[in-house]
């Protein structure tokens, strides 16, 4: 079995500020790793994914994630928010395959202007 | 670009009442996912489809919940009857038959509010 773990349900910054979102993983087998994005009342959209090669990945809007295999990590980052980026942020798992994706609770990002 | 189309976008009812959920996925796309999104959660599997046969329904709960997709394209979700928890955002996904990881693509969700 895998799990999400989001340590962050809630990450208010400053316009302008750098963040980091936090996520931890656990799994048997090897992993594809997903960041997705949700804007209020509406589903939800990929930030960016990570498949395999380099550990570093960026995705739309500015934002990064880099996989860290001995610490089960995968944290997204932006070097400068925006007011846009207010929504919340869900970290997903799968296992090869099969794509079905298991899911963190969930962090909000409120952007302070 | 093309996307997962669900409907309703909204619907309220009262429990014990019967509510049915229409997705219509990306053309092509084999695989089909509908999920449960309650509020301040994290979406949660419910029923997994491979063309029109179902491959992972463990955490459907069979005795109000079903699921359909008889031609192997868009699908239905049916609960009957709602109870009060089972108000929540009900997203529909798919994605492609692409060997390795293929990324999903959700709808915009169905909110049901059961009063």
């Known amino acids: 079995a895998q799990s999400v773990t989001q340590l962050d349900s809630q990450v208010p910054v400053f316009e302008e500020a750098p963040v980091e979102l936090r996520c931890n993983y656990s799994?048997?087998?090897?992993?594809?790793l997903f960041w997705y994005v949700q804007y209020p009342n509406q589903g939800l959209q990929l930030l960016l994914k990570?498949?395999?090669?380099?550990?570093l990945v960026k995705g739309i809007n500015g934002f990064e994630a880099e996989f860290n295999k001995s610490q089960t990590s995968f944290h997204l980052r932006k070097p400068s928010v925006h007011i846009s980026d207010t929504a919340e942020y869900f970290c997903?798992?799968?296992?090869?395959?099969?794509?079905?994706?298991?899911f963190g609770t969930g962090t909000r990002l409120t952007i302070i202007p | 670009e093309a996307e997962v189309a669900q409907s309703p976008r909204y619907k309220i009812t009262e429990k014990s009442q019967a509510v049915a959920f229409w997705c219509d996925p990306i053309?092509?796309?084999?695989?089909l996912y509908w999920y449960r999104q309650i509020l301040g959660q994290g979406p949660e599997l419910l029923v997994q489809?491979?063309?029109?046969?179902?491959?992972?329904d463990s955490q459907l709960p069979k005795d109000r919940f079903s699921a359909e997709r008889l031609k192997g394209v868009d699908s239905t979700l049916k609960i009957q009857p709602a109870e009060l928890g089972d108000s929540a955002m009900y997203l529909c996904?798919?994605?492609?038959?692409?060997?390795?990881?293929?990324?999903?693509?959700f709808g915009a969700g169905s909110r049901l509010t059961v009063l």
């Open positions: 996904a798919s994605s492609g038959r692409a060997v390795g990881a293929n990324v999903l693509t």
């Open positions: 799994s048997s087998v090897s992993v594809y």
């Open positions: 990570y498949l395999s090669g380099s550990t």
């Open positions: 997903a798992v799968s296992n090869f395959g099969n794509e079905k994706l298991t």
């Open positions: 053309s092509g796309h084999a695989t």
């Open positions: 489809f491979q063309d029109e046969s179902v491959v992972d």
